[in-house]
C-alpha cells in the first residue's frame, strides 16, 4: 500500500523538481509544470498520465483510479490505498515525463551475430 508521503519522497528524488503549494496542498513541479499533487489526510495523488495509459486505468481498475477534470483538463486520481510502491514510481515517473517531455527508456537489446 502506498502513501502520499512516498509520492513526496520518489518526486523530489527527479532532476529538477520542486515541491510547492497547490489550493493548500503539496504539488510536484518539473521545468515550473505540475505533474503530481497529494492530499495527504485522504491518501490520495493526481498525476499528469498520457490519455492512452488514463484510459486503460480507468477501463481496468476503477476502485484505485478516477478521472479528476478541471474543464478540458483531465488527470488521473489515484487512491494510493490501492497500489503498491513499484507501481506508484513508475506512475510518478510517467507524470514527470509527461510535462518535462522525457522519453521512455527503451529496453536494451543484444546486438544479433552477423551472417
Known amino acids: 500500500m502506498a502513501k502520499a508521503k512516498d509520492v513526496r519522497k ?65 488527470w488521473t486520481r489515484v487512491l494510493l490505498d490501492g497500489i503498491a510502491g513499484d507501481e506508484l514510481q513508475a506512475l510518478v515517473r510517467e507524470a514527470y515525463d509527461q510535462v518535462t517531455g522525457a522519453k521512455p527508456k527503451k529496453p536494451s537489446t543484444a546486438a544479433k551475430p552477423r551472417r
Open 10 to 74: 520518489i518526486a523530489l528524488a527527479l532532476a529538477g523538481v520542486e515541491e510547492k503549494g497547490h489550493f493548500g496542498s503539496p504539488s510536484f513541479r518539473a521545468q515550473g509544470r505540475i505533474f503530481a499533487q497529494t492530499d495527504e489526510e485522504a491518501n490520495e495523488a493526481i498525476f499528469k498520465l498520457s490519455p492512452l495509459h488514463q484510459e486503460v486505468l480507468f477501463e481496468t481498475r476503477p476502485d484505485a483510479f478516477r478521472p479528476e477534470i478541471w474543464g478540458a483538463i483531465r
